[in-house]
């Protein structure tokens, strides 16, 4: 393998290389640079309890339940006592905490109707405190007669029912890595149900819910091991790139050669004759007794050309020594009689303007 073939090989694992660094600086600006530090973790928590009130009863022999108790049947439930406790905490804790709240109270028929309570029936029917922590009761006699009312002025008939308590509590507080201003909502689902395997019954859930944020940190820390793979890909680019360029360098100093070709004004001197012109290499070896005729213009030999029906050949001569012109020689064998024309950039461009398609003038032909 010579040496051109070498660098050529280099030349595209380079180019792979470079490509596969911009890739690599790419990738690693995709990583994140900085990972966010909290300053301030805080926690809303909303408790729910129970004590549902029974009737006397055989199944359990005593007249409460507690949460994890038993199941709640509908039939021996009087009424179900509900408590709600809210707790807030930070790290570092608050100096000051405000704290807005109100209870919203929805009886629904899943899937059939909705009906929000107001103010009143929440303090008639649940006997709703208008507290934090508040307490509210759910006499299943009332809820079962509201809920037959409401079926009967839409026509429908629910065997299942769910008391919805939604309280929307605001609190601002200020701690001393800033304020933390958000709503908690804490929604119980108090679920009266009917089920062929347990019969009718009530759920009550979930009692225990939370809700946790954090103040990240503004500042920007950086992760070291990011840092050091995007300057690794930065060394790997610029060294990927500066060996694609030298061996780009040492490919065209040392690619094989090609013919010259014509410069550009000769091209458009023949460019008429063009159709008629075959390139050869180098002139053929002519016999002792050929016959040369040189004409005076490029084209008293296209004339000569057309007449005879062959084409004009065409090689070059490089100027020895190499500052002078270089000789374009033109000719047309038949049989012992070569006509040739020779000429340099010069010459050609001197004798070379004259319209195409012209009728040629005969020059006069001179033998050696």
């Known amino acids: 393998m010579n040496k051109a073939a070498v660098v050529r090989v280099l030349l595209i694992l380079f180019g792979a290389l470079t490509a596969t660094s911009i890739f690599s600086v790419y990738y690693t600006h995709q990583l994140p640079a900085a990972e966010p530090v909290a300053l301030c973790t805080y926690q809303h928590s909303g408790t729910y309890n129970y004590i549902a009130q029974l009737s006397p009863n055989i199944i359990y022999n005593k007249t409460t339940?507690?949460?994890?108790?038993?199941?709640?049947?509908t039939a021996i439930v009087n009424r179900i006592d509900i408590t709600f406790a809210y707790t807030f905490a930070s790290s570092p804790p608050p100096t000051t905490v405000i704290t807005e709240h109100h209870v919203e109270v929805e009886l629904e028929s899943p899937g059939r109707w909705?009906?929000?309570?107001?103010?009143?029936?929440?303090?008639?029917?649940l006997q709703l405190?208008?507290?934090?922590?508040?307490?509210?009761?759910?006499?299943?006699?009332?809820i079962k007669t509201l809920v037959d009312k409401i079926d009967e002025e839409t026509g429908t008939r629910s065997t299942t029912y769910n008391v919805n308590v939604k309280p929307n509590i605001?609190?601002?507080?200020?701690?001393s890595e800033g304020v933390i201003d958000e709503t908690f909502t804490p929604t119980l689902?108090?679920?009266?149900?009917?089920?062929?395997?347990?019969?009718?019954?009530?759920?009550?859930?979930?009692?225990?819910?939370?809700?946790?944020?954090?103040?990240?940190?503004?500042?920007?820390?950086?992760?070291?091991?990011?840092?050091?793979?995007?300057?690794?890909?930065?060394?790997?680019?610029?060294?990927?790139?500066?060996?694609?360029?030298?061996?780009?360098?040492?490919?065209l100093k040392l690619r094989?050669?090609?013919?010259?070709?014509?410069?550009?004004?000769?091209?458009?001197?023949?460019?008429?004759?063009?159709?008629?012109?075959?390139?050869?290499?180098?002139?053929?070896?002519?016999?002792?007794?050929?016959?040369?005729?040189?004409?005076?213009?490029?084209?008293?030999?296209?004339?000569?050309?057309?007449?005879?029906?062959?084409?004009?050949?065409?090689?070059?001569?490089?100027?020895?020594?190499?500052?002078?012109?270089?000789?374009?020689?033109f000719y047309i064998i038949d049989n012992n009689t070569k006509y040739q024309y020779a000429s340099s950039l010069q010459t050609l461009e001197s004798k070379g303007n004259?319209?195409?398609g012209r009728i040629f003038k005969w020059k006069g032909l001179k033998r050696s």
Do not use: W
């Not at 339940?65 to 049947?73: A, I, N, S, V």
């Not at 909705?114 to 008639?124: F, G, I, R, S, Y």
């Not at 002792?288 to 008293?300: F, N, S, Y």
């Open 65 to 73: 339940l507690t949460p994890g108790e038993g199941t709640l049947y």
């Open 114 to 125: 909705k009906k929000p309570l107001a103010t009143a029936e929440d303090q008639e029917i």
């Open 129 to 142: 405190t208008d507290v934090l922590n508040f307490t509210l009761r759910i006499e299943t006699t009332k």
């Open 170 to 175: 605001h609190i601002k507080a200020e701690t």
């Open 189 to 251: 689902t108090i679920a009266f149900k009917t089920d062929p395997t347990v019969g009718n019954y009530i759920t009550i859930e979930p009692l225990q819910q939370t809700k946790e944020g954090k103040i990240q940190e503004t500042k920007a820390t950086y992760l070291p091991y990011v840092l050091i793979l995007q300057y690794a890909s930065y060394i790997f680019l610029a060294a990927s790139i500066s060996a694609t360029a030298f061996t780009t360098i040492r490919y």
């Open 256 to 329: 094989p050669g090609f013919p010259p070709k014509a410069e550009g004004p000769i091209e458009k001197i023949i460019e008429p004759y063009k159709d008629i012109i075959a390139e050869t290499a180098e002139e053929p070896l002519f016999k002792p007794d050929m016959t040369t005729i040189r004409v005076a213009t490029m084209e008293d030999l296209a004339r000569i050309s057309e007449a005879l029906a062959k084409p004009i050949l065409r090689t070059s001569k490089l100027p020895i020594p190499p500052n002078k012109e270089t000789t374009h020689i």
């Open 354 to 356: 004259r319209k195409a």
